[in-house]
């Protein structure tokens, strides 16, 4: 199956700066999902992409997937105490079944 | 439809035990999936379900864990004979089935085996 490699494992920004976190893969994806889990909390979806160098964008989050669809980064710009949380990649494979990557953990101190 | 809902949030048991879980999804969703999440790691597939149909299951399940959705709605979670590896978040979640589509989880039951 499919293993998806995240980093950075830990961010810790000032409020206002930027955060960006990567996601790898040794094999081409179909598509890519992104969720947010926010301490204590479950996963929420946030973006799907699909197509080679994608990039879509959510207010201040911008998902990008890469030429070769083996790679994909998450940036958010002027990050803000709600932004903390754990943010996953996650590799769609057959059946809709998700592998996950194991999270980049944002704290922003204000 | 107020989503995923999962039962119990939290269960403690003792290792040996038997425990069960339930996991009531979206209503119009035929796809239900089972994860299970350790600390500092991203949820990980156990198993998943099209309609009543039990179509994959992952090599992590052992032969003590059984899941099944008789009626095609809500499904339940049984792990035999706990042990203290089974220590986990385990996370529900349903989506329609076709390509390309986002997966709702629920709440999760964290299980605690001492």
């Not at chain 1, 810790?12 to 947010?36: A, M, P, R």
């Not at chain 1, 790679?71 to 990649?89: E, K, P, R």
Request: glycine residues 8%.
């Amino acid at each position: 199956g499919q293993q998806v490699m995240q980093i950075p494992q830990y961010q810790h920004v000032q409020e206002g700066e930027d955060f960006t976190t990567y996601c790898n893969s040794s094999t081409t994806l179909s598509n890519i999902q992104w969720y947010k889990q926010r301490p204590g909390g479950h996963p929420v979806f946030l973006i799907q992409l699909v197509k080679s160098g994608e990039v879509k964008k959510q207010k201040r989050l911008t998902f990008q997937f890469g030429e070769a669809k083996k790679n994909s980064s998450l940036h958010i710009t002027a990050t803000q105490t709600t932004d903390v949380g754990t943010y996953f990649c996650a590799a769609l494979e057959y059946g809709n079944k998700l592998v996950f990557g194991a999270g980049t953990i944002l704290r922003v101190k204000s | 439809d107020t989503g995923v809902s999962q039962n119990p949030r939290h269960k403690i048991t003792k290792r040996g035990q038997n425990v069960t879980f339930r996991c009531d999804p979206i209503s119009e969703h035929n796809r239900l999936y089972w994860y299970r999440q350790t600390l500092g790691q991203g949820p990980e597939f156990l198993t998943y379900f099209q309609n009543e149909a039990q179509l994959e299951k992952s090599r992590l399940l052992s032969d003590r864990f059984s899941a099944e959705r008789p009626k095609g709605s809500f499904s339940t979670l049984e792990i035999q004979r706990t042990e203290q590896g089974d220590s986990a978040m385990y996370l529900c979640a349903s989506s329609l089935s076709g390509g390309n589509t986002e997966a709702f989880f629920g709440q999760g039951t964290r299980l605690t085996v001492v």
